[in-house]
């Protein structure tokens, strides 16, 4: 059963792919964009990344950061586990933040391997930029917020 879903999906998010497009965005550089309407609760797209150990992604963090790439393409699980984009990612990977996103993450367990799949939390109209809240934790240093939406916290962090 459990590999009949898995195949469902994976469909799923082909099918879904070659409806995505990452495009110039009004919230930050570029974003991903649908280019036809998209469900509410319908599955998106994957974030797809190396899986890595905390220890490991603090490193990369600190590299990255030293190579000037500042944020980069990871994305935290609450267990402290990361998925990282940066050299093999996704489309997922240029997702913008939205403090009203129109999507949001789940991570599921699939044979032990955690997944992300990114899905509507409402309809997206075709043109719609994909976006989903980042959570990032609070930092002094602040990211501000691009997203414009009217419940804006005016920050990332
Ligand atoms: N609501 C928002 N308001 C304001 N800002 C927002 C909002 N949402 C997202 N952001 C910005 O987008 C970031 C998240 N981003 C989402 C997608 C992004 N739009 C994009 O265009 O990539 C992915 C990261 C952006 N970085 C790009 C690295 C790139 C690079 C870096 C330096 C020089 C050249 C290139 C790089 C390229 C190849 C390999 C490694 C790094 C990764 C957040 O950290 C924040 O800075």
């Not at 070659?18 to 309407?37: C, M």
């Not at 789940?106 to 799949?117: A, L, M, P, T, Y």
């Not at 899905?119 to 980042?134: D, L, Q, V």
């Amino acid at each position: 059963a459990a590999e009949g879903a898995e195949l469902l999906k994976a469909t799923q998010l082909k099918a879904r792919k070659k409806h995505l497009r990452f495009q110039r965005s009004k919230i930050h550089d570029w974003g991903l964009v649908a280019q036809e309407p998209i469900e509410s609760e319908d599955l998106v797209v994957e974030y797809v990344g190396e899986l890595i150990r905390p220890q490991i992604s603090d490193i990369r963090e600190r590299l990255y950061e030293k190579m000037g790439i500042g944020s980069s393409y990871l994305f935290r699980l609450d267990d402290g586990y990361v998925v990282d984009a940066t050299k093999r990612g996704g489309i997922a990977r240029f997702i913008n933040h939205s403090c009203e996103p129109n999507c949001y993450t789940k991570v599921i367990s699939v044979e032990g391997q955690k997944k992300i799949f990114i899905y509507a939390k409402r309809h997206i109209a075709a043109g719609e930029e994909i976006t989903y809240n980042y959570k990032f934790p609070l930092e002094d240093k602040k990211i501000p917020c691009n997203c414009s939406s009217r419940k804006c916290r005016g920050s990332l962090n």
